[in-house]
């Protein structure tokens, strides 16, 4: 089967992989060792970037706008260009599906296979309309973006939903149910593993939060439960390199918070971790703590449970698919840092029913959560748009489309 992956922010290769950019990566690499041809299109941002072959899936720049890294807020008056490239390419050997990661890259696949009988699997990685509802004033993005997500929701062949949560959202929208498939994301299960290096604990007890530095991540929340556990410290990872900290406006707000709050010297903050060191951080953490505002999946509670650690996880999104209350870890208010406190004293207090917590995530994420099986789950949402061409796979990745 060819498929033509489509996200247009959010590359396989890019050095700051986020959670789309890991989801397309890994999704690909999976759907290639299943025997399919997957091409990956996503934004040029350097002018020597070329057509390359890695992980067993081919990469392929577009050439849409400034040859530089853009906020991907700036990226709609792109999308018309990245759109005619797509056309282009696929008009003399179209492929069999196009999946789509992100709102604009499913703008772009709409307007590039609308004359090529080519079906559009969509993936919007969150919603304008909900990001609307829990920011207000905060949210970022084109005033098009609600707009056009519902022409792209009501257009798309097939909807791929992260979580149940994102059905209800699009049911609200007027998308039929039978239109929809949840399809979660995964974990790396080579990479997130129990056993391995740790890193080492300078407190008691350790709490491991991991994120973007923007505020609905909920970070300030952590940071005031924080003052809550005497004898506890915070890893807040992620933002730019550590020696780039000082110059980010929110991790200078965050630091400024913890010193209001009588904890600076037990948060650290080691800027951004690679995908290499992040298993290591993870073991260290008695629990790992996720306290968005919203949250359209979430891959760091997987990753914390593919190495045994329980999670306590705001009942927001996604995370309430993948962590279940009582078994796998714990699920709280969002936004409410007494309940947060509470739970993380109690888990704390509790090394077997924290034990306990993270082996029963670990063999939930094996069971549920490998690349493979979110792979296998993905080709049944493409079965439902194009019957009969899925199965058999091709033997052998040929040349991109």
Known sequence: MRIAMVSEHAGPLAADAGG?????????SALSRMGHDVTVYTRQETPDATEVSHDGYFVVPVPAGPQRTLPKDELLPHMRSFGEFLRERWATRPPDVVHAHF???GLASLLAAADLDVPVAQTFHGLGAV???????KTTGPAERLRLERLIAKRADRIVATCSDEVFELARMGVPRARMSVVPCGVDLDRFTVDGPCREKTAKSRVVAVGRLVPRKGFDDVIAALARLPGTELVLAGGPEKGSLARDPEARRLRALAGRLGVGERVLMPGRV?????????????VVVCAPWHEPFGIVPLEAMACGIPVVA????????????????????PRDPRALATTLREL????ALAHAYGAAGNDRVRARYSWDRVAADTLRAYEKIQPGVVSPPSAAMTSPL
């Open 348 to 351: 704390l207090a509790e090394p």
């Open 274 to 286: 690679s995908r290499a060191d992040m298993p290591a951080l993870l073991r260290s953490a008695d």
């Open 314 to 333: 705001a009942a927001v999104g996604g995370l309430t698919d993948t962590v279940v209350d009582g078994v796998t870890g714990a699920l709280v208010p």
């Open 103 to 105: 709102w604009m890259s």
């Open 131 to 137: 990001e609307r509802r829990h920011q207000g004033r």
């Open 20 to 28: 789309q950019s890991v989801h397309v990566a890994e999704l690909s």
